[in-house]
């Protein structure tokens, strides 16, 4: 393991459109191996990393319309869509000879292990990247709150969100050219400027349980390492106590 990492146990959070790079196809072999090697580049460091992903670029359960179709029922698809851009990931990653594990929140035994808090905890101390799919298991959360759930149960010292955008903004850059970027913002300050970094209840479990989060561009090769390595890599999310916390 090296000596300058940051941070040593992290739950990453990538999105469904990671898996597609914004193309039309739901999972497309330029998104899902330039996240395979991000990850395995920071995997190469010797952080212990725990993935959870969406399943937007396939299905969002929460955005599905379809009449008679109940919200439960379409959240339950949305899990689905996780799992499959799960399988996609562990079977890429471990082309790379990443050794991974895969646990879902729905019992899918087939293709995963069912998750299991002590269990996904050894997997990492054994240097396996674990990809936790299938959200929390349960309808009407969303799979923010699933990786801070995730990140506090296992124990991570940061969550991770991997976007497109370089870190957090005072208003949406691509709509004003004028937003300013933060290198650093409180949780308090989320919550007046009513910033969407995560969603609301992810960020009531990260403060209420010390976690702080990094909000930076995936997209950008070797920023993944860098974030680990302490570099000024997008928005450190947290006041001063849960960064010391974090490292």
């Known amino acids: 393991m090296s000596d300058d990492l940051r941070f040593r146990r992290v739950l990453l959070k990538v999105s469904g459109e990671a898996f597609s790079q914004g193309g039309d196809g739901a999972i497309e072999e330029a998104g899902v191996s330039a996240l395979a090697d991000e990850i395995a580049d920071a995997h190469a460091l010797g952080v212990e990393i725990a993935v959870v992903n969406g399943g937007g670029n396939i299905l969002r359960g ?3 319309r379809i009449p008679g179709l109940s919200r ?15 399988l996609a990931l562990q ?31 050894r997997h990492l101390e054994k240097g396996r990247v674990v990809i936790l799919a ?3 298991g349960h ?23 991997g976007t497109k955008v370089d870190g957090v903004y005072d208003k949406d850059p691509v709509l ?5 970027r933060f290198d650093r913002i409180s949780f308090e300050e989320v ?17 209420e349980n ?38």
């Open 62 to 64: 929460g955005q599905t």
């Open 72 to 86: 439960a029922t379409a959240d339950h698809m949305g899990m689905l869509a996780t799992v499959i851009n799960a």
């Open 91 to 121: 079977d890429v990653l471990e082309s790379r000879g990443i050794a991974t594990r895969l646990l879902t929140a729905l019992e899918i035994r087939p293709v995963a292990e069912p998750y299991i808090r002590r269990r996904c905890i």
């Open 134 to 136: 299938a959200g929390t």
């Open 139 to 161: 309808p009407f959360f969303t799979t923010d709150t699933t990786a801070a759930l995730r990140g506090i149960e296992i124990g991570a010292e940061v969550l991770l969100k």
């Open 176 to 180: 004003h050219p004028d937003s300013q």
């Open 191 to 207: 919550y007046r400027r009513k910033l969407k970094v995560m969603d609301r209840t992810a960020i009531t479990m990260c403060i």
């Open 210 to 247: 010390r976690l702080p989060i990094v909000v930076f561009d995936m997209t950008a090769k070797g920023n993944l390492a860098g974030v680990l390595r302490g570099a000024d890599i997008g928005t450190i999310v947290g006041a001063d106590e849960e960064i010391a916390h974090g490292r």
